[in-house]
Nanobody, 116 residues
Framework: QVQLVESGGGLVQPGGSLRLSCAAS????????MGWCRQAPGKQRELVAT???????NYPDSVKGRFTISRDNAKNTVYLQMNSLKPEDTAVYYC??????????WGQGTQVTVSS
């Protein structure tokens, strides 16, 4: 069993930055792909960043160049650095861990609101 706990959400003005953290209860980064998704009210959940166990990252065009996913293996923590935030980035952000054969895990979500 793995718990994922997100933190770092909040209210930020357009153009601002936030860094989200996702702390895992045990070491899984060597076998799991980690990622962040977001869901805005009335919209489908959207993938915003992935980081494979080998260190490869991927982003959709909507956040490419503005968001960066990274990890600290010693702290069992994954980060999502979000820069140049826009009102359309407002959503609940979820951290997840996925594996092709083992069960997936999800965090509880953290709210990000971009507004002036």
């Amino acid at each position: 069993q793995v718990q994922l706990v997100e933190s770092g959400g909040g209210l930020v003005q357009p153009g601002g930055s936030l860094r989200l953290s996702c702390a895992a209860s045990r070491t899984i980064f060597s076998i799991y792909t980690m990622g962040w998704c977001r869901q805005a009210p009335g919209k489908q959940r959207e993938l915003v960043a992935t980081l494979t166990s080998s260190g490869y990252t991927n982003y959709p065009d909507s956040v490419k160049g503005r968001f960066t996913i990274s990890r600290d293996n010693a702290k069992n923590t994954v980060y999502l650095q979000m820069n140049s935030l826009k009102p359309e980035d407002t959503a609940v952000y979820y951290c997840y861990a996925e594996h092709p054969t083992l069960r997936d895990y999800w965090g509880q979500g953290t709210q990000v609101t971009v507004s002036s």
